[in-house]
């Protein structure tokens, strides 16, 4: 059974750094790339960060978190991680990772989604 | 930016009556790359459809997608009590990499 756990979520001041953690199991982790999604309270989804699979470990980011957070993982461990500096208001939210899948014929990839999503971690910032 | 915009905000509807929600481009997407996902109150959202019309695993067949460039819809053709949730759409694109719409909340 494939599961996602978020875990590493909490009540930061404005400026101050959290790292949020996603374990997995029931998959070939580091066949798989992942994601962060993340939905700030009473509000919709918005995507956060992705980082590709192993040997394409590529990594992209919304505007929104560019130059603050960072994406890793750890193939050895089947986890990833999200570290996240100089943390705003805005950035309060429930963050999900989720599984990326996707069919691929060499570099040509179709029909990408996000198969299955951890539970969440609520990330409040506030003074 | 390819923005998605879903419509209407919120359907009132009964059960075993027929939804269709909208999910309308501002550019051209690939019919591959659109996808649909439910989500109910805390819950982590769920994978329904891909690209376009294709149904994930153990989605039930009153869920259907259709739609191509600019212009999605996500169809339950006979609503069940379970039904009622929150639906959006998403994109693969090249900048930001994947967007969602807002969301159409579907209430009784």
């Known amino acids: 059974e494939v599961q996602l756990v978020e875990s590493g979520g909490g009540l930061v001041q404005p400026g101050e750094s959290l790292r949020l953690s996603c374990a997995t199991s029931?998959?070939?982790?580091?066949?798989?790339?992942l994601n962060w999604v993340r939905q700030a309270p009473g509000k919709g989804l918005e995507w956060v960060s992705y980082?590709?699979?192993?040997?394409?470990?590529?990594?992209y980011y919304a505007d929104s978190v560019k130059g603050r957070f960072t994406i890793s993982r750890d193939n050895a461990k089947s986890s990833l991680h999200l570290q996240m500096n100089s943390l705003r208001d805005e950035d309060t939210a429930v963050y999900y990772c989720?599984?990326?899948?996707?069919?691929?014929?060499?570099?040509?990839?179709?029909?990408?989604?996000?198969?299955?999503w951890g539970q969440g971690a609520l990330v409040t910032v506030s003074s | 930016e390819i923005v998605l915009t879903q419509s209407p905000g919120t359907l009132s509807l009964s059960p075993g009556e027929r939804a269709t929600l909208s999910c309308r481009a501002s550019?051209?997407?690939?019919?591959?790359?659109l996808v649909w996902y439910q989500q109910k109150p805390g819950q982590a959202p769920r994978l329904l459809i891909y690209?376009?019309?294709s149904r994930a695993t153990g989605i039930p067949d009153r869920f259907s997608g259709s739609g191509s460039g600019t212009d999605f819809t996500l169809t339950i053709s006979r609503l069940e009590p379970e039904d009622f949730a929150v639906y959006y759409c998403?994109?693969?694109?090249?900048?930001?990499?994947?967007?969602f719409g807002q969301g159409t909340k579907l209430e009784i």
């Open positions: 998403q994109q693969f694109g090249s900048s930001p990499r994947y967007t």
């Open positions: 550019q051209s997407v690939s019919s591959s790359y």
């Open positions: 980082i590709g699979p192993r040997g394409r470990s590529a990594t």
């Open positions: 989720a599984r990326d899948i996707a069919s691929c014929s060499g570099d040509n990839c179709y029909e990408i989604r996000f198969d299955y």
């Open positions: 690209g376009a019309s």
């Open positions: 029931g998959f070939t982790f580091s066949d798989y790339a």
